[in-house]
């Protein structure tokens, strides 16, 4: 079946550092990627999408590359602001987004001042 | 912008009492689905709905679960007798055509005691 493997957290990094969070995939076929971002109290955002090999999803300042060769997408932003500080969810669909979502584990992320 | 809405934010429940958790997707939307995610745990896929009818469910979703649309507007979630296991946040989203990814609800936190 699907699963989607994500690095574990929690991640604490300072303000204006450099952001990886790293996320790989089981598939079948051709899934759809997707980064969604929970901020404390809050539910589930779209950040960024890529439905195809290569594709580069962007949103926000944050990034992430669908790598069919090394089934990963993972998410990078250049320089981090304390209004990042949420949980980052992986996710994938078999098709584009009307299937099913399979997750992964979450990273917590906190910016430090 | 148009955002998914559930009602209500938090529940509580008595073990064996049936609850109700409501949601108002995008009111365009076609696909209706609901996620949970148990504290601390990653979020799972429970049912999909579309066209009155349920399109997929997973393994959690047994005879205790059931899903409605009553009216044009709601989308329920009903679990008939509760159990300990059953607290978690129940997330609902909701998609419209197939270029359209899911779009979350800030959830309900049920607790059962």
């Known amino acids: 079946g699907n699963s989607v493997t994500q690095m574990e957290g929690p991640v604490t990094l300072s303000e204006e550092a450099f952001l990886t969070i790293n996320c790989t995939y089981t598939?079948?076929?051709?899934?759809?990627l997707f980064w969604y971002v929970q901020y404390p109290g809050e539910g589930l955002q779209l950040l960024l999408k890529?439905?195809?090999?290569?594709d580069k999803g962007s949103n926000k300042g944050f990034e992430a590359t669908y790598r069919k060769e090394t089934t990963s997408f993972h998410l990078e932003k250049g320089s981090v602001q304390v209004s990042d500080s949420a949980v980052y969810f992986c996710?994938?669909?078999?098709?584009?987004?009307?299937?099913?979502?399979?997750f992964g584990t979450g990273t917590r992320l906190t910016i430090i001042p | 912008e148009p955002e998914v809405t559930q009602t209500p934010s938090h529940q509580v429940t008595q073990m064996g009492q049936e609850v109700i958790l409501r949601c108002v997707p995008i009111?365009?939307?076609?696909?209706f689905y609901w996620y949970r995610q148990i504290l601390g745990q990653k979020v799972e896929f429970l049912v999909s709905?579309?066209?009155?009818?349920?399109?997929?469910k997973s393994e959690i979703f047994d005879d205790q679960f059931s899903v409605e649309r009553p009216d044009g507007s709601n989308f329920t979630l009903k679990i008939r007798s509760t159990k300990l296991e059953d607290s978690a946040m129940y997330f609902c989203?909701?998609?419209?055509?197939?270029?359209?990814?899911?779009?979350f609800g800030d959830g309900t936190r049920l607790s059962i005691l």
């Open positions: 989203a909701s998609s419209g055509d197939l270029n359209q990814p899911q779009h």
């Open positions: 598939a079948t076929g051709y899934p759809s």
């Open positions: 890529a439905t195809k090999a290569d």
């Open positions: 996710a994938l669909s078999p098709n584009f987004g009307n299937e099913k979502l399979t």
């Open positions: 009111s365009n939307h076609l696909y």
């Open positions: 709905f579309y066209n009155n009818e349920i399109s997929e």
